[in-house]
């Protein structure tokens, strides 16, 4: 069978029975995955050896910019591919993870942040959409593909609640906001557009580019020494309502995330936090008072 031909039926299969989040995600890792095959000679299912993962990932590290994280994440599409053909394959050793972690906001950067977005001009550009985007990443913690979604029959000003319909997992669900977007919110509503971000120049809804556009700006008039971007505002928000002992299910239920240990890995539990949590249940205190 030719490798295309086991992509194509498990597309076929992914877009009947898995979110489109899912399905796009095998679809990007299959392109890329096509390139490396053909590039190393593997043209049809009966060209698999022993060295298959190793040779096409060698051929990723050294032709692609791709971290190894999202190698391994190609490897892994490619197994459950020909798994679900029931064809044999080789084992994968994973290759180390060179992911650079990253970390919420501090304080002092996200007072620049504000005061940044505090100072635009609403009435120019898309100065309005940016800004509430920002806001909305902070107050919601939302993904940058569900905030492009949002319309504005979805928000429910009432109850401070905004519905989700298309999110990374397929799954319905409610996100909150507060004071921090509520007044641009509201402004933007006055606007009568369908989508909660649009673009004015365009007179269309804002597409991933034009909000990358704007982080790529934010960073170089802010010069931080660590970027500010869309999945570092969601984790701000994660890290914010962790600090203020919200419960960490809660948390997973307001990221969207389909299992608890993704939480778990995405929030970052620091010295702070353990000191604090130290002295609260310190065990000795009484015992030792005098």
Request: glycine share 4%; net charge positive; hydrophobic share 35%.
């Amino acid at each position: 069978m030719l490798f295309e031909d086991v992509f194509f039926r498990y597309l076929s299969f992914a877009r009947k029975y898995r979110a489109s989040g899912t399905a796009k995600y095998y679809q990007k890792n299959f392109k890329l995955l096509g390139r490396a095959l053909e590039a190393c000679g593997y043209h049809d299912t009966g060209d698999i050896d022993d060295m298959m993962y190793e040779r096409i990932s060698d051929w990723m590290i050294r032709e692609t910019d791709k971290k190894h994280s999202k190698i391994n994440d190609a490897m892994s599409c490619l197994s459950t591919a020909l798994k679900r053909e029931r064809i044999a394959s080789p084992y994968f050793q994973k290759l180390k993870d060179d992911t650079e972690p990253f970390i919420e906001l501090s304080d002092d950067e996200l007072r620049l942040l504000l005061g940044y977005v505090k100072q635009l001009d609403i009435t120019k550009s898309n100065n309005l959409s940016w800004s509430l985007a920002v806001l909305l990443f902070l107050d919601t913690g939302v993904r940058l593909s569900e905030i492009l979604d949002i319309e504005f029959r979805k928000v429910d000003f009432e109850n401070h609640m905004i519905l989700l319909s298309h999110t990374k997992n397929g799954r319905k669900r409610y996100a909150f906001f507060g004071s921090l977007s509520e007044d641009m919110l509201k402004e933007a509503y006055k606007r009568k557009r369908k989508y909660v971000l649009w673009n004015d120049i365009t007179d269309t809804r804002l597409n991933k580019r034009s909000l990358e556009h704007f982080f790529d700006k934010v960073n170089r008039d802010l010069d931080l020494e660590d970027r500010i971007h869309p999945h570092r505002l969601r984790k701000t928000f994660a890290m914010g309502m962790l600090m203020r002992g919200c419960p960490v299910t809660t948390i997973s239920v307001l990221l969207g995330h389909s299992d608890i240990r993704q939480t778990m890995n995405y929030l970052r539990i620091g010295s702070i936090m353990a000191r604090q949590d130290y002295i609260d249940h310190y065990p000795y205190a009484e015992k030792t008072a005098v």
